[in-house]
């Protein structure tokens, strides 16, 4: 009894219904015109969101177990570990770093813009880096191991990310000034529209939302971001406002006649979640063992993944350049 009484638990909270019950249950429906409320209305939408595009797959007759099975595990193995960890993160940070903030800044409009934009400067920073240094790539391509895209793949990350990436993101925006409320609101924000732009194909075919496309980051960049082909690799770091990789220039739109590939280059068993979690830990151990010199071994764990000790880099930057010319060689 106790067995389904915690599965009962757990789906209530993947759900995000628990506070909604609650109103339902005491009839305070004035809650719901809070902050906290509005939260509660907005949470359950990715979830009931992800079960509409799996019922919609069933239906088309599009279903394929393996496109969920591995970030189904991957969320079941983070659950209890990571949400933990990651809470305590943010929390020491802003304990320690909060009476080093450059300024002050409160819950007025403009404030609430300007932590928005450093929210995504520091959400650029830990994704950039998760993409340009080896071990902490180790720790992102648990990520983009899927595939395929649908909105499951939102929980498919390894246990140590959420730590790593709220310590660099929450460091960053403490000490430029955002205050803590202020940053959890965009928090809040950032995660839903972070899940959001995971919508695979079953349930928006063309993810580029009309209009928005050339305003917001869309669903569409972020399976740009998402695909393993040369002129995709490594682009759209951002999350919701794609200013950061306009300035970079990491900023690429989804081509019409270019098939997105989903994945990461090696080669891998997407279905193994040994693969999908340890794969590319168990790759970068391989690579230093055979390297020579305490300085090689050292590289290959801070230099972009794909590079070589013996010159014969593989990296996105390499692998995108040979593209090009390619391209360029097959016009002239
Ligand atoms: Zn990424
Ligand atoms: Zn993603």
Request: glycine share 6%; with cysteine.
């Amino acid at each position: 009894m106790a067995f389904f009484e915690m599965i009962f638990h757990e789906l209530i909270s993947f759900l995000g219904i628990s506070q909604l019950i609650e109103v339902c249950r005491t009839g305070n429906y004035k809650v719901l015109l809070t902050l906290n409320g509005i939260f509660s209305v907005i949470s359950p939408i990715l979830p009931f969101l992800l079960l509409l595009e799996i019922i919609r797959a069933i239906f088309y007759k599009r279903f394929k177990i393996e496109d969920y099975k591995m970030p189904f595990f991957i969320f079941v193995a983070n659950r209890f570990i990571s949400r933990f960890i990651s809470i305590a993160a943010v929390v020491f940070c802003i304990g320690v770093l909060e009476k080093y903030a450059l300024f002050n800044t409160s819950l007025k409009w403009y404030w609430f813009i300007y932590g928005y934009v450093i929210w995504e400067f520091s959400h650029f920073i830990y994704h950039y880096f998760g993409h340009k240094v080896r071990l902490f790539w180790c720790l992102h391509s648990t990520h983009h191991a899927p595939q395929t895209m649908n909105l499951s793949v939102t929980y498919a990350h390894f246990f140590l990310e959420a730590p790593y990436a709220d310590v660099i993101r929450t460091s960053i925006c403490i000490l430029m000034g955002v205050n803590p409320p202020l940053l959890f609101i965009i928090m809040f924000i950032d995660g839903f529209w972070g899940s959001f732009i995971h919508a695979g194909e079953n349930l928006i075919k063309d993810g580029r939302l009309g209009f928005l496309n050339s305003i917001i980051l869309t669903p569409s960049h972020h399976r740009v971001h998402h695909a393993k082909n040369p002129l995709y690799m490594d682009t759209n770091f951002c999350n919701l406002l794609n200013i950061w990789d306009k300035v970079f220039g990491t900023f690429q739109h989804e081509k019409r006649d270019m098939q997105i590939e989903y994945g990461i280059s090696r080669e891998m068993n997407p279905n193994n979640f040994l693969d999908v979690y340890f794969g590319e830990l168990y790759c970068l151990w391989k690579d230093i063992r055979k390297a020579p010199g305490v300085k090689n071994k050292l590289l290959y764990i801070v230099m972009p993944p794909g590079w070589s000790h013996t010159g014969d880099h593989k990296t996105a930057k390499v692998v995108k350049q040979a593209f090009l010319q390619q391209a360029k060689d097959q016009s002239i």
